[in-house]
């Protein structure tokens, strides 16, 4: 089954849900991860969040909008949240591990356990139609930090490749699941790049120091 277009769930009510709404969506990516969409009833979304029917109906008319309304509510969740964790960091550098942290905690919050393996259409679909989205807040999130190697390197950085392929890295978690090592990998490597982006600026700097 695929998700309803994105727009048949209104972003303005997904951006204002009450703590019913919330719940039901949650309940829903856990019931997902238990049978699938195919197999998903509006019972089983009611079970699962905790809520009656009769509440589930009054904000829901169908299993397939309240399908919509959780792509929309990861999708929405992603971009406000990696602009809060980012939000008034003004060195470069912590702005960047925050973003990393904050980047690796929501795939696996929002990714429960066995949800791929259960409805990979589910996530495949997810995926595909919201990757310009996460794709474009991130660039946001990270355009201080970029600024600053592009600063510290004396050239031009391809915000766009750079973000594509972060979130790309990141994705690929929902297929094979991050190791511990990997995510101290993740964790560390604005760090690593900051090295890098160093040895660069060194090496740059030496022509010029020769021409003098």
């Known amino acids: 089954m695929k998700l309803v277009p994105e727009n048949a769930w209104d972003r303005s009510h997904a951006s204002d849900q009450g703590p019913s709404v919330r719940k039901i969506l949650d309940g829903t990516l856990r019931a997902i991860g238990e049978v699938g969409t195919r197999r998903l009833s509006m019972s089983d979304i009611s079970d699962a969040s905790g809520v009656s029917r009769g509440t589930l109906y009054r904000y829901f008319t169908s299993k397939e909008e309240v399908l919509a309304a959780v792509s929309e509510y990861v999708c929405s969740s992603f ?10 960091i003004d060195d470069p550098m912590e702005r ?3 973003i990393m942290l904050f980047y690796a905690r929501f795939t696996i919050e929002r990714s429960p356990e066995r949800i791929f393996e259960v409805e990979p259409a589910f996530h495949l679909n997810f995926l ?8 474009t807040s991130v660039v946001e999130a990270l355009a201080p ?5 592009e600063a510290l390197m004396g050239a031009t950085i391809n915000r766009d490749a750079f973000a594509d392929i972060l979130v790309r890295l990141q994705l690929s978690t929902l297929i094979v699941p991050a190791s511990q090592e990997w995510v101290e990998r993740w964790n560390n490597s604005p760090d690593g790049l900051l090295e890098w982006a160093l040895k660069i600026a060194g090496r740059a700097a030496e022509p010029k120091e020769r021409m003098n």
């Open 145 to 149: 930090c970029i600024d600053y190697f």
């Open 79 to 88: 971009e406000r949240g990696i602009i809060d964790a980012s939000d008034g």
């Open 96 to 98: 960047f591990r925050a």
């Open 128 to 135: 595909r139609t919201h990757f310009g989205r996460h794709k």
